[in-house]
T-cell receptor
């Protein structure tokens, strides 16, 4: 079974530029997550989709971050414009839907390491 | 609000030593799940173990074991006979059951960097 795919793996941009990340979850997984992991910290949820609907985006800085999951499969996360503090690893994860919310482990992709200069 | 605290930041052991990673959590929910994930240098988070809030029976799985104590809100993880390949960052995480039918997010601790020396 193929894992969660993310691209690019690395990105370096200057502040105020725009950037986009792509994620393809495991086939059949209804739930998709984007996490931000700043160096030395644990991942923090930015946005959670179930199929193509948003379940939780309370931690997403909506003035500069946006995400979509068209057709309920792959997803893109965009930052426009980027700030220095956006330097982090952006992790995508997916999880199958079950009758026990919270039970299923999340499967993570390799992440995209963003450096904002 | 839910919170996960990993007070240890870095641990260094010699190969074959046992090592315990501590985790303390906070939640208002009565039903929740606790996880341990491993993040090797490659960066990908790897699921290790899961425990639900209504099952405090501790278990052993190979070289891994865990001690879940609801009374102290702790979920500690032990690696027996550590190996160099165990070197990684280990995260404890909490997931709360929701009633909406959707999967829940994970709340992570800050992680513990484990170094196993040959």
């Amino acid at each position: 079974e193929a894992g969660v795919a993310q691209s690019p793996r690395y990105k370096i941009i200057e502040k105020r530029q725009s950037v986009a990340f792509w994620c393809n979850p495991i086939s059949g997984h209804a739930t998709l997550y984007w996490y931000q992991q700043i160096l030395g910290q644990g991942p923090k949820l930015l946005i959670q989709f179930q199929n193509n609907g948003v379940v939780d985006d309370s931690q997403l800085p909506k003035d500069r971050f946006s995400a979509e999951r068209l057709k309920g499969v792959d997803s893109t996360l965009k930052i426009q414009p980027a700030k220095l503090e956006d330097s982090a690893v952006y992790l995508c994860a997916s999880s199958p839907l079950s009758g026990s919310p919270g039970y299923n482990e999340q499967f993570f992709g390799p992440g995209t390491r963003l450096t904002v200069l | 609000a839910q919170k996960v605290t990993q007070a240890q930041t870095e641990i260094s052991v010699v190969e074959k030593e046992d090592v315990t990673l501590d985790c303390v959590y906070e939640t208002r929910d009565t039903t929740y799940y606790l996880f341990w994930y491993k993040q090797p240098p490659s960066g990908e988070l790897v699921f290790l173990i899961r425990r639900n809030s209504f099952d405090e029976q501790n278990e052993i799985s190979g070289r891994y074991s865990w001690n879940f104590q609801k009374s102290t809100s702790s979920f500690n993880f032990t690696i027996t006979a550590s190996q160099v390949v165990d070197s990684a960052v280990y995260f404890c995480a909490l997931s709360e059951a929701q009633i909406t039918g959707a999967n829940s997010k994970l709340t992570f601790g800050k992680g513990i960097t484990l170094s196993v020396r040959p």
